[in-house]
């Protein structure tokens, strides 16, 4: 899908992977859309790529069903869904404070994989009412981790969640073929955002020993550059694409 003059929207776009993916967008030509929490930097982003900010709480289903609608219609469309927002919490199936707590559990599963299909299914909807461009009429992007592959300790629900994005994939793809939309998912490593901003490089350095190459922490661009090469490719489709310089995660 060519970029130029398309409607885009980033969930998380106003940081990290997901701001710089907005950017990358927006450089392009495509025209758009930041959704992220009130509080964030999301109305600064989108002034400096002229685009538009719209707040959301994903985990507020119904809440994040008006924000998205507001933005579509803000923007006039919807062809490129980025969705980047999302994190976890470290607990052990059993430790010694217990069992894992149950309702946190939940809390990750809703943050990362039921607030992504969630947004998905009305992602969707909007761009099943395009003229298709070559059969084409959507592209959704969703992030998964390493961690749905190699979870470490205590990342049980972080690594459950993820591992639902990487696993459906192909059964969304299979499901919206028939429509002209893409659903593609991006398995990053330990990558430089806001969550890992305070690390000095004596922390770094055995998080990342075991990349192939490089080894250090991935940029942000480096998501945008393989989010956006999804689009413009319509043979990606249905898959998860690890972004990990070859790295393998260790148990700890």
Known sequence: MDIE?????????ASGMGRATAEALARGGAQVAILDRESSDGKEVATGIRGVFTPV???????????LSAAVSEIGGLHIAINT??????AKTFGRSGPHDLDLFRQVVDLNLVATFNLNRLQAMHMSANDP????????????????FEGQIGQVAYAASKAGIAGSALVMARDLGPLGIRVVA???????????????????TP???????PKRMGRPAEYAKLALAIVDNPMLNGQCLRL?????????
């Open 57 to 67: 709480d994903i985990t507020d289903f119904d809440a994040a069903e008006e924000s």
């Open 133 to 148: 461009e070559d059969d084409e009429r959507g592209v959704i992007v969703n992030t998964s981790s390493l961690a749905a």
């Open 186 to 204: 991006i398995a990053p490593s330990l990558f430089s955002t806001g969550a890992t901003a305070s690390f000095t490089e004596e922390q770094v």
């Open 5 to 13: 003059g398309k409607k885009a929207i980033v969930v998380g776009g």
């Open 85 to 90: 927002a999302g994190g976890g919490r470290v």
């Open 244 to 252: 990990d310089a070859g790295q393998r995660f260790g148990p700890r």
């Open 207 to 213: 998080l990342v020993k075991d990349a192939a190459f």
